[in-house]
């Protein structure tokens, strides 16, 4: 039978990813995130894994190339595809917050937000009611208040030294982020026994931690 496909984000998550594979039992090299490779064969456990950009992973998971995805749950609220999301796997944790300079000014006829989530950002003031410009960004978000290009900002915030730095501080915390185990809706049941079995390693894994914390 053909290999599974496991897309995997490249970045911050893939390392945490690695490791959750390897402590469940599946024998990934632990430099495989050390070459320039994007696909990588583990023929006795007859799955693939593909390196992807983040906002890529819930786009192969959706079209099936991908059969299982691991993602941050910011990247599936903004890319809102039609695919299961299956397991919370608590690393990356970080969590969306509304941000600006200190003294908010209530009176903003229509704020100006800038973002890296537009989609999301949309949803989010619409279903407030609130009207809102939303501007989208690819990266150093915090400069947007700062140089007055938008008023607030919503943004990833893990530590807080970013917006600290910056002289920002959080309006609202908005909602918890983590990375995720997303699946193929057709994949889900063609390959049911393959899946669940995956599925079923990480969460034993997980539960472990859980309870040595
Ligand atoms: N401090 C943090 N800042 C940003 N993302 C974080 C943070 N902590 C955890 N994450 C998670 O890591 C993911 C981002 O990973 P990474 O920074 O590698 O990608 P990216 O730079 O956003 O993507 P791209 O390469 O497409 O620009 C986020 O989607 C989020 O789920
Ligand atoms: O609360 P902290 O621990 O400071 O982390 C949050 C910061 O990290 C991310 O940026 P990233 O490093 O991905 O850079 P970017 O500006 O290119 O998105 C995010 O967009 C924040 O700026």
Sequence with gaps: ????????????????????????????????????????????????????????????????????????????????????????????ACRFA???LPNRSETLLERKVATKYPDFTRRYFRSRGEPVEVIKLNGSIELAPLTGLADTILDIVETGRTLKENGLVVYENVRELSARLVVNKVSMKTRQDEI???????????TEEENND
């Design 98 to 100: 509304l941000a600006g």
């Design 196 to 206: 669940s079995k995956i599925i079923e390693s990480l969460d034993r894994v997980l």
């Design 1 to 92: 039978m053909e290999n599974l496909c496991i897309a995997m984000a490249k970045g911050r998550l893939a390392k945490e990813a690695v490791k959750l594979f390897r402590k469940a039992g599946y024998n990934l090299p632990e430099n495989v995130l050390k070459s320039r490779k994007l696909i990588f064969e583990f023929a006795e456990e007859n799955f693939e894994i593909i390196l992807v950009k983040p906002a890529d992973v819930p786009i192969y998971v959706e079209y099936g190339t991908a059969d299982l995805g691991i993602v941050g749950k910011d990247t599936l609220l903004e890319e809102n595809r039609d695919l299961y999301e299956v397991l919370d796997l608590k690393y990356g």
